[in-house]
């Protein structure tokens, strides 16, 4: 089964071209031969994962670009950790097809909707199989692209487009970082392919200094799609997606690619301590950072969003502090109940038609599944007492205190006590409550079966974390699971519980009343609501300066080359009168900007003494 | 020189020459004395072709030269010679002459012009000799000249030429300034014997050297359109009509880098050079600094641009500033490098120029805004636009991705480093993302404006659905072009 592994990616790829090419004929059943297509890439998976077992690890590949002497190959690389993504990716993606079969309806362009989710798992089942790094970087731009088209696939909505152009741009900030760092592991090395790279770094083929230096541009490609600090902003607004989108893109599987490359390249972060330091201190700035954000959005999908970020940094804090299997345990769990999060609330959406958890104000008590599943991962993400949360999370806190990270374990505990206030302030504000009495719409078949399954793993896959641990050990040796001693297990659940019990007694209760620390603590207030002012930030700085060096270079042009060329000018008419009529006196411009060039490279010329 | 000597050359060589000097011939007779548009271009494009299956007959041919070292033939001849004679062959099948002359009213008839340049740009190609480079320059300048100024009723065209040859002019004084220089240090014309006299010069003149290279230098920039001589690039593309910008911006361009590296490799990087090294090494410094203004100034001024052909010329000074990199940045495999990405240029551009035609056709107007609403009217040449678009930005998955990648990897791997250039490319690119982005954002979400039905003449789609493949193709297995290339 292995060796038709480089089939997996290609299923997806078929319903991309069938329904893009035929969409419009295929509409009624294009929901329908996408999910199937992407069954059978799931059916091949386990396939591929059951051989895994026994041969650990596997590459095929092929000679793809000569350049000088150097050959760069492209083929498909699976061990345990790809193929653990390999699941993650085809199980949510066929969940969310599933799902989006009752969402998106009777929507008059669900096959383009469709082609793109089959584009975006391409990429992504592409993405986790790459040997290299030049190939793992195609297919990154291209879940980029996929992400995108998802993004604003509302394009009739201005807010849709702009969210689309926003991720586009900053996720790009971070790919040219990614791209400096392998073509400098490229110059370092001699190669691009993973095992390779690994080898260098063991044999300290790396010049001193490189090895941090790469470890880091490698992060800030990360940094740009896993949402981390401070490239996040335009994680949020990607939600402007249809939600199944979000589960899939933005929940599961490509956010966590960031914390995937990480993973994939632990071996040269791990040569670095610099490089995990800094891993370790972004992840957990942005946990904390976004989930006090999360704690004052009114939008449903935004506290979703923020949580995600949240969640992200948890588990690049864990890869900082050595913690390998905690943060992949806690990229898979959080697949789960985050994917279900998202699911549930599309259904919510759906069925009430409003997403502003102030307006929907207890209303979604009456979508019984939805409000079941809804609990199961609120739960889970808290890390209540034995769901999958709770235990990838001790596994995060215990690398830290295993790795002496006192300081960011308080961070770390901090967060978890954060996220189950704000998980719970949301999940009593959608389901809670004396909202409108009127039985919503009701929730399709399709949509209720994918939480119904993933409810089920967000419970309990927690228990797998032994055998989870002892899969990735097979080719790894610093895949370790980390336990912890009983106080942290404790203290832990008593955060989790103590924060259900405050959102309880704000929300539910109202002992507090909500409204009145926005007045008593209002600059705070102001600044959670508005994200910190991360976006004004960037508005004020980046884009202005951009575009005030554009308009400084058109003026210039325009201007002051213009006010020099005036003197050339007037002795140019002087001598043709005919000529110059035919012109605007521009063009007197250009010889004199091109003399004036070559005079001006003319004198360095001789003031360098004849040398440049 | 007697008929003996002259029958002796191996003239089949120049096979392809011959052919599209014939076919001009036969154009311009044809256009004096029927007039028939529709035969003119049936008549270029069939030439062309021929000129492409004499040329692919010399695949693998070992190196010839003839006319005592005037003209050569190499592996480096025989495949740019590829790329001006494919890039000329989409731009005649861009077109449909009928068409053309509804709206242009014009007289003449492009196609010899076309040819004539083709033939300047062949000759500087294959030249070994100074003397033939320039004729082979101007040759290729003057039709240009023309070809831009052909729409006499059109004021930006009248405009765009008259700026076109008096910049042009001041460049070719430029030139033939800087190669007086060398003449006068050589003692002669031909790129091998100034190759052998360089390595040999007197310490006392070198700077002299420096100087006469310098100069020559700054005034080819004219051709490829990089600072400081790119201001006439917008005006003139705006001037011309579509197929004459694309020629100008593809071919005219190419013809200028294989020019500007040929002299380069040949004549200023013989060692032992100078006191410490090869003229060359001197200069390069020149070099870096104007691919990276050029780099600026084409990418940052392009975001201020509405006119469609003033943003692609742009555009293309801003590529010509990458392709100034491998040149900055010498190293075995440059010019392969450079070879590969005029390849990915000419499709990707060509494509993206084929387009706008199309649209600048149908609504007789040049701003953004003809973009608008494209997907709704022609979803598939949407598709391939954002293919052209992808491949001009950099993005991974097409062959403008591959030529990027394969300049910023030469940039890295030669000696001495040229991190700063890598640098500003990686910058700049991004910017550049900004610009191809909104015409993406027009095409896709934008409503569509009145203008339901889209005509596209046949003969158009050849040309997108060429170039789309190739961009795609080369994309994805780029060792297709480079192994071809390393025969």
Not at chain 1, 287 to 303: M, N, P, S
Not at chain 2, 234 to 247: C, E, N
Not at chain 2, 273 to 284: K, M
Request: hydrophobic share 55%; with cysteine; net charge neutral.
């Amino acid at each position: 089964m292995i060796s038709f592994a480089w089939l997996i990616p290609l299923f997806p790829l078929l319903s991309f071209l069938v329904l893009i090419l035929s969409g419009k004929k295929l509409k009624t059943v294009s929901g329908y031969l996408a999910s199937l297509l992407t069954g059978i890439s799931f059916i091949f998976t386990l396939g591929v994962i059951a051989d895994l077992r026994s041969v650990t690890e596997y590459e095929a590949t092929w000679t793809w670009l000569t350049i000088g002497t150097t050959d760069i190959q492209a083929g498909v690389w699976l061990n345990p950790l790809n193929g653990l993504m390999l699941f993650i990716v085809s199980f949510v993606s066929l969940l969310v097809h599933i799902y989006s079969l009752g969402y998106m309806g009777e929507n008059d362009r669900r096959a383009t909707y469709f082609a793109y989710l089959g584009l975006f798992t391409f990429a992504m089942l592409g993405l986790v199989m790459s040997p290299n790094l030049i190939q793992f970087y195609m297919f990154w731009e291209l879940v980029g692209l996929g992400s995108f088209l998802l993004i604003g696939f509302y394009l009739y909505k201005e807010s849709a487009k702009r969210a689309a152009r926003k991720a586009f741009i900053m996720t790009r900030i971070g790919d040219a970082g990614l791209l400096v760092g392998l073509i400098l592991i490229f110059w370092q090395t001699g190669s691009l392919s993973f095992t390779e790279i690994f080898q260098a770094v063991e044999q300290n083929e790396f010049a001193p200094g490189m090895v941090t230096l790469t470890a880091i541009l490698l992060f800030i490609g990360a940094v740009g799609k896993s949402g981390q600090f401070p490239l996040h902003t335009w994680l949020p607004d990607a939600m402007e997606g249809p939600t199944p989108v979000s589960a899939l893109i933005h929940a599961a599987t490509m956010v966590a690619a960031g914390v995937y490359l990480v993973a994939a390249a632990y071996p040269l972060f791990l040569a670095s301590e610099w490089a995990l330091m800094i891993v370790a201190v972004i992840g957990a700035f942005t946990a904390i950072f976004a989930a006090t954000i999360g704690l004052v959005q009114d939008d449903l999908k935004r506290v979703l969003a923020y949580s995600t970020v949240s969640q992200l940094g948890y588990m690049m804090l864990a890869l900082g502090a050595g913690g390998y299997v905690a943060g992949m345990f806690h990229l898979t769990t959080h697949a789960f109940f985050k994917a279900l999060l998202f699911l549930a609330a599309g259904s919510v959406i759906l069925a009430l038609r409003k997403q502003n958890i102030k307006e929907i104000a207890g209303e979604g008590r009456h979508l019984a599944i939805t409000k079941w599943g809804f609990l199961a991962g609120t739960l889970a993400i808290s890390g209540f007492p034995l769901l999958s949360g709770s235990f990838s999370k001790e596994a995060i806190f215990a690398a830290l205190l295993e790795d002496g990270q006192y300081g960011l374990l308080g961070v770390a505990l901090l967060t978890a006590f954060l996220t189950s206030v704000y998980m719970f302030r949301l999940y009593f504000m959608v389901f809670h409550g004396k909202g409108a009495d009127k039985p919503p719409k009701s929730v399709p078949v399709s949509m209720k079966i994918p939480v119904i399954i993933l409810a089920a793993l967000a419970v309990i896959s927690g228990f797998f974390a032994t055998g989870f641990a002892d899969w990735l050990a097979a080719e790894q040796e610093y895949a370790v699971l980390h336990h912890s001693p009983t106080w942290l297990i404790f203290l832990a659940t008593l955060l989790s519980l103590g924060g259900i019990v405050f959102a309880y007694f704000i929300y539910v209760r109202k002992q507090m009343d909500r409204e009145e620390w926005k007045t008593t603590f209002s600059s705070t207030y102001t600044i959670l609501y508005h994200k910190y002012f991360i976006d004004e930030f960037y508005q004020n700085t980046i884009i202005y300066s951009t575009r005030a060096i554009s308009y400084l270079m058109y003026y210039t042009e325009r201007y002051v080359v213009e006010t020099i060329a005036a003197f050339a000018a007037g002795m140019v008419k002087e001598i043709g009168k005919t000529g110059s009529r035919l012109q605007n006196g521009r063009v007197q411009t250009y010889g004199t900007v091109a003399l004036l060039g070559l005079a001006v490279i003319v004198l360095i010329f001789v003031v360098r003494g004849g040398y440049f | 020189m007697d008929l003996e000597t002259l029958l002796s050359f191996k003239w089949s060589i120049m096979a392809p020459e011959f052919t599209i000097l014939i076919t001009g011939v036969i154009v311009s007779l044809q256009d004096l004395f029927y007039g028939n548009k529709r035969l003119s271009s049936w008549l270029s494009i069939l030439g062309v072709l021929l000129a492409i299956a004499f040329l692919s007959t010399q695949y693998q041919h070992e190196s010839v030269s003839i006319l005592y070292d005037t003209y050569i033939f190499d592996e480096v001849t025989f495949f740019f010679k590829i790329i001006l004679l494919t890039g000329t062959l989409l731009i005649l099948l861009m077109t449909s002459p009928s068409w053309d002359e509804e709206t242009e009213r014009v007289r003449g008839d492009f196609h010899y012009l076309l040819l004539a340049a083709l033939l300047g740009g062949m000759i500087v190609v294959s030249s070994g000799d100074v003397i033939t480079l320039y004729a082979g320059l101007e040759l290729l300048s003057i039709s240009s000249y023309i070809m831009v100024g052909i729409r006499k009723y059109n004021r930006n065209a009248n405009e765009g030429a008259m700026k076109y040859i008096i910049t042009g002019s001041l460049a070719s004084a430029v030139t033939l300034f800087g190669l007086s220089y060398i003449y006068g240090l050589t003692g002669t014309t031909n790129l091998f014997d100034i190759s052998r006299e360089m390595s040999a010069i007197d310490t006392q003149l070198e700077p002299l050297a420096i100087l006469g290279f310098v100069i020559t230098f700054v005034g080819l920039t004219f051709k490829i359109s990089t600072v400081p001589f790119h201001m006439w690039t917008p005006d003139v593309y705006q001037g011309a009509s579509t197929p004459v910008a694309a020629f100008l911006s593809v071919v005219s361009k190419a013809a200028g880098f294989i020019l500007i590296a040929r002299m380069l490799i040949i004549a200023f990087t013989a060692e032992p050079g100078l006191e410490q090294g090869t003229v060359y090494e001197y200069g390069v410094g020149l070099i870096a600094v104007l691919a990276a203004l050029t780099m600026i100034v084409g990418n940052t001024v392009a975001l201020r641009q509405r006119n469609m052909k003033r943003l692609f010329a742009y555009s293309s000074i801003a590529h010509a500033g990458y392709l100034l990199i491998p040149l900055a940045a010498l190293t075995s495999f440059s010019l392969e490098t450079i070879w590969f990405y005029l390849l990915a240029y000419m499709l990707m551009n060509i494509g993206a120029f084929a387009v706008l035609h199309v649209l600048i056709q149908n609504h007789a107007n040049e701003d953004m805004s003809i973009f608008s609403g494209l997907y709704h009217r022609s979803p598939v040449l949407t598709v391939m636009m954002t293919i052209f678009l992808a491949s001009l930005a950099g993005i991974p998955g097409t062959a403008g991705f591959i030529g990027k990648f394969n300049i910023f990897l030469g940039a890295l791997s030669a000696d001495p480093a040229r991190y700063v250039l890598a640098g500003i490319m990686v910058a700049t690119t991004v910017i550049s993302y900004v610009y191809y982005f909104n015409i993406l954002v027009q095409m896709y979400s934008r409503p569509a404006e009145k203008h339901a039905n889209l005509q596209v003449p046949a003969i158009t789609w050849v040309t997108v659905g060429f170039c789309t493949l190739g961009t795609v193709l080369f994309g994805i297995f780029p060792n297709l072009p480079l192994q071809f290339f390393n025969w």
